[in-house]
Structure formats: C-alpha cells, structure tokens
C-alpha cells in the first residue's frame, strides 16, 4: 500500500453509531474498536512515525441532518485533510421503529448540502463517502430495502460529483455473504458490525485509498 496522508495531516471518519462504535467522546484521541480504530492501528504499522492525526466523531443515532447540524464544530473546526462519512442507515430505521421517515429526496438533499459545504469551506480536503448498507440477520430487515435501496441509490449518484474515494460497503458485504459468511457472522442485528465485520469495512477502506 501506498503512503497516501502526510506528516501531520488530519484524518477525520464521520458517521452514526457503526463509526461511533463506543468512543469516549470526552476523548478527542479514542477513536474505538470499530473500523476508524482498525483503520489507523493498520494505517500506523504500515507507516510508523506517520504523524498522522486520525480523529472519530461518530456519534450514535446520527441522521444526515444530524451531520449538518454539526458541521461547524465536527467539520469545519477540526479542518480535516482527509475525510470519510458513513451515514443513512437511521434515516431508514426510525421510519420503521419511530414512523419518523426521511425521504430519498431530503435525504439527498441534506446529503449535498454536507458535501457543498465541505468542498466550499476545505477545498483541499479529500473525500471518502462509504454507503450505507443492511444485512438480513434479523426478519424485518429485507423490508428495508423498500426505502434503503434508492438511498444507496442516490449516495452513488453524489459519489459521482463530490467523492474522491468511494467505498460500495452494501455491495462489499453482499459479496462477502454470497461466497463465505453469513449475515450474523457479519453483524448479529443486520446494522452494527462485529470485530468481522468492522475488519472487512477497515480492509477495504484500506484498500479504497490505495486505488
């Protein structure tokens, strides 16, 4: 793999609960036992004494809305050099277990206005958009494809214009679940990740940044 942050740069992974994974926010320097931590534990033995900063500012529950309502103090002040959003699965959930929908097109919405105002305020930053996904480990869960499937729809389209880096995570644990694992083994309730399936997403971000 490639070296592809520089001495000093910042690192920012933003999403819900799957980023947030636990974090001790009081702690700027935690970035959990999820993905973001696996990411920079590996990042860091491939390239010791990198001096790069890598930050997690996940928080739990997130919607895309949330995100925006947040930009100032979670983006903008922190001024990443580099970072990756993992967002949408709870603007599908709460329409089945709070009947509180987000549609496609608010959700797209929202979406593009995050990603304007990250290329406008730091143009320089470079960005990862990593698409929501759901497994069918529990029984409810494929009836979430009516509202997911054009939100992952529309998370491609923005790919397309504003992603320097793409990660298709609903496609990569499709594959992983077609050819060697089940959904449980993967993640016991078909949205949070288990140490398997936070080391595959960390794999192929990995991977990601060095195409």
Known sequence: MKEVFKNGQVVLFQG????????????????????????????????PDNGVIFINKGISGNRVIDLLDRYNTDFKEINPDF?????????????????????????????????????????????????PYVLNSLPDRAAWREDLDPKIQAVR???????????????????????????????????????LGHGIIAEEYLKALDR
Not at 18 to 24: E, L, P, S, V, Y
Not at 28 to 43: C, D, N
Not at 87 to 107: A, L, V
């Open 83 to 131: 970072i990756s959003i993992l967002i949408g699965i709870n603007d599908t959930w709460r329409r089945y277990d709070s009947n509180d929908p987000t549609s496609t097109k608010q959700f797209k919405e929202n979406y593009r206005k995050l990603l304007e105002k990250i290329k406008s305020d730091m143009p320089d930053c470079k960005i990862m958009i990593i698409e």
């Open 16 to 47: 819900d609960s799957i980023t947030d994974c636990g974090r001790d926010r009081d702690d700027i320097t935690s970035l959990s036992e999820g993905y973001p931590g696996v990411v920079a534990k590996m990042y860091n033995l491939l390239f």
């Open 157 to 195: 389209e923005l790919g397309k214009e504003y992603a320097d880096y793409y990660l298709p995570l609903d496609g990569i644990f499709a594959k992983a679940v077609a050819t060697r694992y089940n959904c449980k083994q993967l993640a016991e309730d078909g949205v949070h990740p288990n140490s």
